[in-house]
């Protein structure tokens, strides 16, 4: 089965720092761009970050900039993002997907997601 496994969620204060992972089964994830997209309660599904296929080209959602870090290491099958300066409103279930290119308009193998909480 061809998916994405997304870690490293949990339960954080305002302030403080998470690094998510995002695994690729079954396929060899440096062929997509890989997006980390999030779910908040109540609220709509919005992309987070961006990352070409090759690692040369980011994108963030602007309330995240400066904030969070996307990061790949192909060898290792692996998307990182690393969020630091955390706020209550980045809480939700995070999940990564592929692509063809960042600004693709479906993406696919969705994982299961990993909740990240920010609350005092």
């Known amino acids: 089965q061809l998916q994405f496994v997304e870690s490293g969620g949990g339960l954080v204060q305002p302030g403080g720092s998470l690094r998510l992972s995002c695994a690729a089964i079954g396929f060899t994830l440096g062929d997509y761009a890989i997006g980390w997209f999030r779910q908040a309660p109540g609220k709509e599904h919005e992309g987070v970050s961006c990352i070409s296929s090759s690692g040369g080209s980011t994108y963030y959602l602007d309330s995240v900039k400066g904030r969070f870090t996307i990061s790949r290491d192909n060898a290792k099958n692996m998307v990182y993002l690393q969020m630091n300066s955390l706020k209550p409103e980045d809480t939700g279930i995070y999940y990564c997907?592929?692509?063809?290119?960042?600004?693709?308009?479906?993406?696919?193998?969705w994982g299961q997601g990993t909740q990240v909480t920010v609350s005092s």
């Open positions: 997907a592929g692509a063809p290119e960042c600004n693709w308009p479906e993406y696919e193998y």
